[in-house]
């Protein structure tokens, strides 16, 4: 049973950087771990030798067969360093492909660009549980991110456009050139003008018949350029791209106008390209994504604006998956990377359903919800799972003795800065003190129905006793098992016990999908039912916010789930909390919503959607070696 | 001697529309293409099935055998219309490798994608001369300008970061942040750094020993904000992103600035990519490229920012030229598009260097040079040629009877407007008036010392007597051969004579490559060189070209080619002196340089970096076939 293309791993002690750990695997063609896998060739194209896109006809094939385990990985309320999330996925499915002779995906979220070159380095896992070739998984890769980037600019460019073009135009000339005359002389609507004709109650199809006051309300979108909510993005820590005034050249008429650009990655067209399902469902999500308001109050979407359809176009690579590969050689599917705050955070569905399909039954699907389970697990249950109407078998919960230590009172762990003492020595009562953040997360989790697997991601200076407390903990608090892991310093085989553990969690499951709330709730009492998950007691809404819900609330709009934006750092909103904080109550500044993605994100606090450089970015470091093509120095 | 890929074509009367005559035709597997070219699999990475990256290694393999004749396709002065220049490129190719057995590869630049969604539509040739599939020629292709974008993107980002961090430290803080300390405790300079610091003089490679005043020099690049000239790039045509203020953030502390983005294709990053002979190569060029000036007047590159290496790696896949098919399954190789005013409007050497190997002795090159003759031939030949050590053979100078009547005196062509009666009846008289145009560029072409054929590019309207005079007026002028062709309408079958008579020019030549100018002449000296080209009497400056000439010199820069931004629409700088205007002197308003690329850029008149939307963009018709997968309405 075991995979042709498993890879006998040379371990070395201590562990290597990530980049020279990478760069000393050959990767197996790509084509042979798609014939591993059992993807037809007519259902993939090759990038390159070690990368493929996998088309949605294979899915299309495979339809009727039945799916694997689904598997999902999330973490405790983490340090800033991250516990090892990613890492864990990873080496969870090198030890299930590698060394159990299991058919396994590893579906994983595209990591940005930007910050790669700034303070964070690559996103592929770490030590001997990566993504290979871990150049390309973090930079371009298939051209994703771009393509969102793409998107996202031209309809940025087409908003202020089409409200400089209003401005100084006449309905009727606005119309006329909208409508242009064919050769015959015959005006006609573009077949996405119909989708706005009808939207707008108007059902003539010939551009003659439209009474004046119809030609108006078609034409004229009224854009209110301070009700904008749409912004430029880039793939690029930017941070003098925050806030800018645009418009300012002679030929723009004085039409300037205050902005600012996000990082490609917070673009609502990623968390479409997360949660679409099929080429049809990505070309309706676009187009009624909501790009701002009319004076009049009403939303306008990328279809009023004729754009559904080119987005559409920009992006139809884009929806395909891309097939890599672990140190190990396994399959990893990597697709999608939405922001953990105020989107969901959780790699695409269209990898999930097609991974399912080609493990099978019996096999394993692995994928990783973003920041802590408090956000991460949540949004994959409420929003993932309810849209692709899968449901998951096993969450991992992922810990650290030093993150546990941290929660039961250790001293602040900042990144950049030498770890205390504390967290380098054992300190039973600390590590035991923090498992009340462990149990929480167990609780929380499990009560979607799945069992809870709790990974210990063990560090070369934790202790037995220090495990000990935690894997008591953790069984205390309902899970089914908590197993000590040494996948970084040893790739899969420091986490077969992981994988025989998922295993059993996933064959012994027989509790169908809780959500946490039903859609029919208002948006507060969504809200409110995600606040009681953290421990708060209740919620306070600015005004603005109260005024948001309400409108989006008569825009017909309340019906969609809640993508809370909350920091990663602590149950609360306050990063300072840490363990299981209750008694506090949750402040939501203010409400705003993709309508496209299909969800409405409530803002706790202020998200940064655009990182900055550092004085001294990693970018100092990253070459290329001139007679190997190797890239150097990546992190 | 046939090539096994020749795709026998279905001509139908009237030509339908591009996007449908490319939807028509199966694209052959791309590395069928590749085979049929001598491509060792090795040598290639798939991009799907119908592009691949063509590898370096393709040439260092065929570095010591002969290579095939080089043919340049330049235009007369043209109409706003477009003479038909790619078309006929394309045309002349199918002929002659599906029509005459020769071994031809196509050249061509990568079109920007934003001109597609506004007006403009595609640029892969028209009718039954296209390179295919034309949606992934002019979509994203292979990401190498989104690897632009990211690149020069990456590169703004680091000014103005560095110019606040500066701004917040002392030279010590500085200089300790940018050399950390090791786990040792020991700084180290990173190896760019080492670049930076033998510029300064500073023979020292051990931070501890440098000076305070060293120290400062090194660390504090102290880049002037309003000596920037680096700007951001979308490949978008966004208007409102002309002329923008940037840094309004709260955490930005009030460092605003007035800054702008180009068109993608307008990054000097693009004329690296089309100029550069080898990675190294690349690397140096990119590394040198200067983004401003310090305050106290020295010019500052990408690696005294540190970012030389980086974006190497970000260009290291965009520097393989991408192989696609024409309708008739010749081979294309699609690389660069840099702009054809600001910078020298030709594809890249790299894919000439690799294509003249591949069709080897007795094959054929050919290649388009952007704008008319006096610009794209120029530039191809006193920047390109020179860069890339090439010889051309023959020149290819397409010419319509539209146009040389519109230079005969008939009546103004405006895009989008009907044409006037004129040019659609026969008119002899006005198109004998209006071969001064083409006389001019085919004396022009041929003092650079190849044959030079003139490619009649035929339309229905015109006439047999109209043909007559061109055909006269190009002989009498110098012209080796001249020929009418209808290869929009007939494909390869319709340049077959075009075909032929390009081979005997190319195995006739025998004459050396006379560059025009040469390198050590000083900026003036060879600005006027090309002035006299156009048929001006003088050339007059600014003071603030005086300024920018004399900082150039003494900045150890006036020893580059020029590359004149100039409008295409005229011989002169005013696009209103239609045929072979004399008499005139030459207004050289700014003075620029792309000192990475490696040409210095006279600026007559203002030339427009950053296209916008019209009220009905091309993207109303843009949508995708849900079924078929297929894109819509693509123009």
Not at 386 to 415: F, N, W
Not at 509 to 515: E, I, P, Q, S, V
Request: proline share 5%; charged share 20%.
């Amino acid at each position: 049973m075991a995979l042709s293309t498993a890879r006998k791993l040379q371990v070395l002690s201590p562990v290597p950087a990530d980049i020279d750990i990478a760069n000393s695997v050959e990767p197996f063609p790509i084509s042979v771990i798609a014939s591993e896998i059992g993807l037809d060739p007519a259902h993939y194209e090759l990038y390159g030798k070690a990368k493929a896109k996998v088309l949605l006809s294979a899915y299309d094939k495979l339809k009727a067969s039945p799916n694997g385990f689904y598997v999902v990985v999330g973490g405790i309320t983490p340090t800033p360093l991250g516990e090892g999330k990613s890492t864990t996925t990873v080496g969870l499915c090198q030890a299930l492909g590698a060394h159990l002779g299991k058919k396994v995906v590893t579906c994983v979220r595209q990591p940005s660009q930007g910050p790669t070159f700034g303070i964070k380095g690559g996103a592929a896992g770490g030590g001997y549980s990566q993504v290979i070739p871990m150049d390309e998984f973090n930079l371009h890769m298939t051209g994703d991110i771009h393509a969102i980037t793409a998107a996202n600019n031209l309809l940025a460019a087409a908003i202020d456009a089409r409200i400089f073009h209003e401005s100084t135009q006449s309905d009727r000339a606005l119309f006329n050139r909208l409508c242009p005359a064919d050769k015959e002389g015959k005006r006609v609507f573009a077949p996405i003008m119909l989708k706005r004709l009808k939207k707008l109650g108007i059902e003539k199809t010939d551009p003659g018949e439209l009474t004046p006051a119809e030609v108006k309300r078609f034409a004229r979108l009224d854009i209110d350029p301070a009700q904008i909510t749409w912004k430029r993005v880039m793939d690029v820590n930017d941070r003098f791209l925050r806030k800018i005034t645009v418009g300012q050249g002679p030929e723009e008429k004085g039409m300037v106008r205050e902005t600012g650009f996000d990082i490609s990655v917070a673009s609502e067209i990623m968390a479409v390209l997360a949660l679409t399902t099929s080429l049809a469902d990505m070309r309706d999500r676009l187009g009624r994504m909501v790009v701002g308001t009319s004076r009049g109050g009403d939303p306008v979407t990328a279809d009023d604006l004729g754009l559904g359809g080119a987005l559409t176009v920009l992006m139809k690579d884009a929806i395909n998956p891309t097939l890599m590969q672990t140190l190990e050689g396994t399959p990893v599917l990597v697709h999608a990377g939405p922001f953990a705050n105020i989107a969901h955070g959780n790699s695409s569905v269209i990898a999930d359903q097609i991974a399912l399909k080609l493990v099978g039954e019996h096999g394993f699907v692995v994928t990783e919800a973003g920041f802590g389970a408090d956000i991460g697990t949540e949004k994959f249950m409420n929003i993932k799972c309810r849209y692709s109407g899968l449901t998951p078998q096993c969450a991992v919960i992922v810990a650290t003795v030093r993150a546990l230590k941290m929660h039961g009172g250790g001293p602040e762990v900042v990144a950049g800065k030498a770890l205390d003492h504390t967290y380098k020595s054992e300190q039973v009562d600390l590590v035991k003190a923090g498992c009340s953040n462990l149990a929480r997360h167990i609780q929380n989790t499990k009560s979607y129905g799945v069992n809870v697997v709790v990974a210990i991601n063990a560090f070369a200076t934790d202790t037995e006793a220090e495990f000990s407390v935690i894997k008591e903990a953790a069984i205390v608090a309902g899970a089914f098992d908590a197993i000590v892991c040494t996948h970084h310093a040893r790739g899969g085989a420091g986490a077969v016990d992981l994988g025989v553990a998922v295993q059993r969690a996933c064959e012994q499951h027989r509790t169908a999908l809780n959500f946490l709330y039903p859609l029919d709730l208002s948006i507060k009492g969504k809200i409110e039912m995600i606040a009681k998950s953290y421990g708060a007691d209740g919620v306070e809404y600015s005004a603005e916010a109260e005024l948001q819900i309400e409108t989006y609330t008569r825009q017909g709009f309340s019906g969609l789930p809640i993508c809370m934006a909350k920091t990663q750092y602590s149950f609360s909103h306050s990063a300072s909390l840490k363990g299981a904080p209750s008694g506090f109550t949750i402040p939501i500044k203010e409400v705003r919503a993709s309508i496209g993605a299909g969800f409405i994100y409530p803002l706790i606090g202020t998200m940064s959607t655009m990182p900055g450089l550092p004085t001294r970015p990693c970018f100092y470091d990253i070459d290329l070696d001139l007679e190997t093509g190797r890239v150097l120095g990546l992190s």
